[in-house]
């Protein structure tokens, strides 16, 4: 019997006032409805300044959805969003916010029909803080054809020209969707580098969202993981790499206390189901700073994900005679183990 | 935005004079049928007006994004979205570029017949063809209209059939639309009487078709509003 259970302390849209401090962008409890699809079901976020924060998640788990509202390009249903401190469900402030942010969707999108120095002219119209050395720079970087016609750039080019006029705005902030999918490596690597370059050196913050997990860990601070339209998990990614541990419990083949639990019981505090005494005996014994994030269950065997004291929850099951080993998570093992298909 | 919209637009502005002109040079092409002009000048040409004012409404809203949420299509939507423009402005610049210009493929379209056909201004007052122009416009102007609102909730096919269907519907029955018609029966000189009856008429049939285009306009504008994206 396999069952799987994703776990978390704080309610999904509980965030700790610290995490809020400095935030560029505070999302809480949103719901957003696309028909009979939901989209989002209680989201809360925060990003915060100067960083690269990324967003990851399986496909249609609502990472683009987010995207779009903070764009104002759609309204939550319910739910609440700040960017810069401005609403962005005001259709004023939501100006506002396009005003300093820069975006780059996933088809690196343009307007059609126009050649790339038609386009980056009309874009530039438009922002008065306009950097023309900054635009010089990145057009010989990227070796844009000026006289090329957008429709007939390639996927990588095109992607650049976005970046392009997303960041020689003075942008505060660059929302990128899926900003290297479908690019050869070596675009993929430019574009990384110029968003890196830039943050180190402006007070640019970066929301992306991304499912080429090795970009993250090599580019972002932080990172939030959705599933089904909710964050799973959030934070600093050195955070997440130092608190968060994968804790493998191994009771003897005739010990059948896991197994013989045919009724869930819930995990303190959680909310989600327990399938043995045991799990439910010692998630409540779980110091208030460490979360059971996931569990996974096979017969004898136990695979928890705990971010926090991960050592005191080896120490509670080795009380029990159970035999324990903690190891390091690295993100992409996080990823699949809190976005994996419920069983 | 005005110039983004006129460089979206100015390609069908081309090819619609092109093939206005090449439909001018099959209209007029025989100088003695006085009646035919008529004829033509009467039903085929306003129609084909419409036409223009239909297709120039088109690459609307829905044309331009994924008529499911949440999909993602390949158009120029998402990034005029971003950027620092209200949907209210963003529409309605459209809309006006497009209107201007279906007027002006018209006005162009009628300088050109007159100047490429000295005997249509031989048999032609330039007051009736001021009437005509004037008995045109309010009409074309709904019928761009009418398609740029139904560009905002269906795709470019459905949207020019819908609206050449709602237009077409309409042009034979709806007074205004008869107008000139009349103007164009009215080759001969007019009485001072006639002439006030026929701007009067004008005048008033071209403002119920610009209060109702307008009206149109900010439905559109309401609707584009309310769309997610």
Redesign the interface.
């Given at each position: 019997m396999t069952s799987h259970q994703h776990t978390a302390r704080k309610a999904p849209g509980e965030l700790h006032d610290t995490d809020r401090r400095g935030a560029l962008i505070v999302l809480t409890d949103v719901y957003k409805q696309h028909g009979s699809t939901t989209a989002l079901q209680g989201l809360s976020l925060t990003v915060p300044r100067g960083a690269i924060f990324a967003l990851l998640g399986p496909n249609g788990c609502g990472k683009t959805t987010t995207l779009k509202l903070l764009l104002g390009m759609n309204r939550p249903d319910s739910g609440t969003g700040t960017v810069f401190g401005l609403r962005m469900e005001d259709e004023r402030d939501s100006v506002a916010i396009r005003q300093r942010t820069g975006f780059v969707s996933e088809t690196k999108e343009l307007f059609q029909g126009l050649d790339v120095a038609t386009t980056i002219r009309l874009v530039r119209d438009m922002y008065p803080r306009w950097d023309a050395s900054l635009e010089r720079e990145l057009l010989t970087r990227f070796v844009l054809p000026p006289r090329q016609k957008v429709a007939a750039l390639s996927k990588g080019m095109r992607a650049k020209l976005a970046l392009l006029v997303a960041c020689c705005r003075r942008a505060e902030l660059l929302i990128l969707d899926e900003p290297t999918d479908g690019l050869d490596p070596a675009a993929a690597e430019q574009m990384m580098e110029t968003l890196v370059g830039m943050v180190a050196e402006t007070e640019l913050t970066v929301l992306l969202s991304s499912h080429h997990l090795h970009e993250v860990e090599r580019m972002a601070d932080g990172a939030a993981i959705m599933r089904e339209g909710r964050v799973v998990l959030h934070g600093e990614l050195d955070e997440l790499r130092q608190r968060v541990r994968r804790v493998e419990v191994r009771f003897s083949a005739n010990d059948t206390s896991l197994a013989s639990s045919e009724t869930p019981s819930v995990i303190r505090g959680s909310g989600v189901p327990a399938h043995s005494d045991m799990l439910s005996d010692v998630t409540a014994l779980l110091p208030d700073a460490t979360d059971l994030l996931h569990t996974v269950q096979r017969g004898s065997a136990m695979t928890l994900l705990v971010r926090g004291e991960a050592e005191v929850v080896a120490q509670e099951f080795v009380a029990r005679g159970a035999q324990v080993s903690v190891h390091a998570v690295p993100l992409r093992e996080l990823f699949l183990l809190l976005t994996e298909a419920r069983a | 935005m005005w110039?983004?919209a006129w460089?979206?637009t100015r390609?069908k502005v081309v090819l619609m004079l092109l093939v206005n002109g090449l439909i001018g040079a099959l209209l007029i092409d025989d100088p003695a049928s006085g009646a035919v002009w008529r004829q033509r000048f009467g039903t085929v040409l306003p129609m084909i007006f419409c036409v223009n004012g239909i297709v120039l409404a088109g690459s609307g809203v829905a044309s331009q994004v994924s008529q499911?949420?949440?999909q993602?299509?390949?158009?120029?939507?998402?990034?005029?979205?971003?950027?620092?423009?209200?949907?209210r402005r963003l529409v309605l610049v459209r809309q006006a570029t497009g209107a201007l210009a279906a007027m002006g493929v018209v006005l162009t379209t009628l300088i050109g017949y007159a100047v490429a056909a000295p005997e249509l201004r031989a048999v032609v007052s330039p007051g009736i063809a001021l009437a005509y122009v004037a008995s045109v416009l309010p009409v074309v102007l709904v019928a761009y209209a009418v398609s740029a609102l139904l560009a905002t909730v269906l795709d470019q096919l459905w949207q020019t059939y819908a609206a050449m269907a709602v237009v077409g519907s309409v042009l034979g029955g709806v007074p205004p639309s008869r107008l000139w018609r009349v103007v164009v029966e009215a080759v001969s000189p007019l009485t001072s009487r006639q002439l006030t009856d026929i701007w009067t008429t004008i005048g008033v049939a071209g403002l119920v078709c610009i209060l109702f285009s307008a009206m149109l306009s900010f439905t559109a504008v309401g609707v584009v509003?309310r769309k997610?994206?």
């Amino acid at each position: 019997m396999t069952s799987h259970q994703h776990t978390a302390r704080k309610a999904p849209g509980e965030l700790h006032d610290t995490d809020r401090r400095g935030a560029l962008i505070v999302l809480t409890d949103v719901y957003k409805q696309h028909g009979s699809t939901t989209a989002l079901q209680g989201l809360s976020l925060t990003v915060p300044r100067g960083a690269i924060f990324a967003l990851l998640g399986p496909n249609g788990c609502g990472k683009t959805t987010t995207l779009k509202l903070l764009l104002g390009m759609n309204r939550p249903d319910s739910g609440t969003g700040t960017v810069f401190g401005l609403r962005m469900e005001d259709e004023r402030d939501s100006v506002a916010i396009r005003q300093r942010t820069g975006f780059v969707s996933e088809t690196k999108e343009l307007f059609q029909g126009l050649d790339v120095a038609t386009t980056i002219r009309l874009v530039r119209d438009m922002y008065p803080r306009w950097d023309a050395s900054l635009e010089r720079e990145l057009l010989t970087r990227f070796v844009l054809p000026p006289r090329q016609k957008v429709a007939a750039l390639s996927k990588g080019m095109r992607a650049k020209l976005a970046l392009l006029v997303a960041c020689c705005r003075r942008a505060e902030l660059l929302i990128l969707d899926e900003p290297t999918d479908g690019l050869d490596p070596a675009a993929a690597e430019q574009m990384m580098e110029t968003l890196v370059g830039m943050v180190a050196e402006t007070e640019l913050t970066v929301l992306l969202s991304s499912h080429h997990l090795h970009e993250v860990e090599r580019m972002a601070d932080g990172a939030a993981i959705m599933r089904e339209g909710r964050v799973v998990l959030h934070g600093e990614l050195d955070e997440l790499r130092q608190r968060v541990r994968r804790v493998e419990v191994r009771f003897s083949a005739n010990d059948t206390s896991l197994a013989s639990s045919e009724t869930p019981s819930v995990i303190r505090g959680s909310g989600v189901p327990a399938h043995s005494d045991m799990l439910s005996d010692v998630t409540a014994l779980l110091p208030d700073a460490t979360d059971l994030l996931h569990t996974v269950q096979r017969g004898s065997a136990m695979t928890l994900l705990v971010r926090g004291e991960a050592e005191v929850v080896a120490q509670e099951f080795v009380a029990r005679g159970a035999q324990v080993s903690v190891h390091a998570v690295p993100l992409r093992e996080l990823f699949l183990l809190l976005t994996e298909a419920r069983a | 935005m005005w110039h983004r919209a006129w460089i979206e637009t100015r390609w069908k502005v081309v090819l619609m004079l092109l093939v206005n002109g090449l439909i001018g040079a099959l209209l007029i092409d025989d100088p003695a049928s006085g009646a035919v002009w008529r004829q033509r000048f009467g039903t085929v040409l306003p129609m084909i007006f419409c036409v223009n004012g239909i297709v120039l409404a088109g690459s609307g809203v829905a044309s331009q994004v994924s008529q499911k949420p949440g999909q993602t299509v390949h158009t120029s939507m998402l990034f005029l979205l971003s950027l620092p423009i209200t949907r209210r402005r963003l529409v309605l610049v459209r809309q006006a570029t497009g209107a201007l210009a279906a007027m002006g493929v018209v006005l162009t379209t009628l300088i050109g017949y007159a100047v490429a056909a000295p005997e249509l201004r031989a048999v032609v007052s330039p007051g009736i063809a001021l009437a005509y122009v004037a008995s045109v416009l309010p009409v074309v102007l709904v019928a761009y209209a009418v398609s740029a609102l139904l560009a905002t909730v269906l795709d470019q096919l459905w949207q020019t059939y819908a609206a050449m269907a709602v237009v077409g519907s309409v042009l034979g029955g709806v007074p205004p639309s008869r107008l000139w018609r009349v103007v164009v029966e009215a080759v001969s000189p007019l009485t001072s009487r006639q002439l006030t009856d026929i701007w009067t008429t004008i005048g008033v049939a071209g403002l119920v078709c610009i209060l109702f285009s307008a009206m149109l306009s900010f439905t559109a504008v309401g609707v584009v509003q309310r769309k997610p994206f």
